[in-house]
């Protein structure tokens, strides 16, 4: 079945950086673009960037920008995301989630990986 | 603060309907006709249960239904049932620069 199965959870220390996989299966990696998504504890969904399994051109919200580093392993059909100088406000779930490769369907996640916890604490 | 504005509850009773707004702007909600919703139970991965303002993705029943009007999105559980008792999410394709924004969420509580 079409599936998402992520890399378990992390506890860094403020300045550090964590690495996040997503590992996919059950359809052709490269036909679907993978985003990012996190959720701090008690929060909402905030999107983070968009990754093409395809070429690996990336897109990254604003906010993230210079921070954060989306790549792809295409023989693993593995999707990570780095996230680099990290803060305490970076505590979160970490979501990978697929789109088809169209406009319109940006925001439109079908399916999802099961989420990341990332703890950054002293 | 998120791009696009829910309100933070909404509550109803079974077999009751009930709606859920999100505003955006002319930038997002109201520019494109690309919102989707997303129901999420404590301590799951969000589930598609809206896309194209009012698409359903095969499985989701069709108590689920979507609108948009201007700058805001709607959506609306009918029949209520306690296993819809969740928060939801709007989101919206937001241009080529921003790409992609969600609500801040909503919590329903079936009473």
């Known amino acids: 079945q079409v599936q998402l199965v992520q890399s378990g959870a992390e506890v860094k220390k403020p300045g550090a950086s964590v690495k996040v996989s997503c590992k996919a299966s059950?359809?052709?990696?490269?036909?679907?673009?993978m985003h990012w998504v996190r959720q701090a504890p008690g929060q909402g969904l905030e999107w983070m960037g968009i990754?093409?399994?395809?070429?690996?051109?990336?897109s990254y919200a604003q906010k993230f920008q210079g921070r954060v580093t989306m790549t792809r392993d295409t023989s693993t059909s593995t999707v990570y995301m780095e996230l680099s100088s990290l803060r305490s406000e970076d505590t979160a779930v970490y979501y990978c989630?697929?789109?088809?490769?169209?406009?319109?369907?940006?925001?439109?996640?079908?399916?999802w990986g099961q989420g990341t916890m990332v703890t950054v604490s002293s | 603060q998120s791009a696009l504005t829910q309100p933070r509850s909404v509550s109803g009773s079974p077999g009751q309907s009930v709606t859920i707004s999100c505003t955006g702007t002319?930038?997002?909600?109201?520019?494109?006709?690309?919102v989707s919703w997303y129901q999420q139970h404590p301590g799951k991965a969000p589930k598609l249960m809206i896309y194209?303002?009012?698409k359903r993705p095969s499985g989701v029943p069709d108590r689920f239904s979507g609108s948009k009007s201007g700058n805001t999105a709607s959506l609306t559980i009918s029949g209520l049932q306690a296993e819809d008792e969740a928060d939801y999410y709007c989101?919206?394709?937001?241009?080529?620069?921003?790409?992609?924004?969600f609500g801040g969420g909503t919590k329903l509580t079936v009473l």
């Open positions: 989630a697929r789109s088809k490769k169209d406009v319109g369907a940006l925001g439109a996640f079908d399916i």
């Open positions: 059950g359809y052709t990696f490269t036909s679907y673009y």
């Open positions: 990754i093409n399994p395809s070429g690996g051109s990336t």
């Open positions: 002319s930038s997002d909600v109201g520019g494109y006709n690309y």
């Open positions: 194209d303002v009012s």
């Open positions: 989101c919206s394709y937001a241009g080529s620069y921003t790409l992609v924004v």
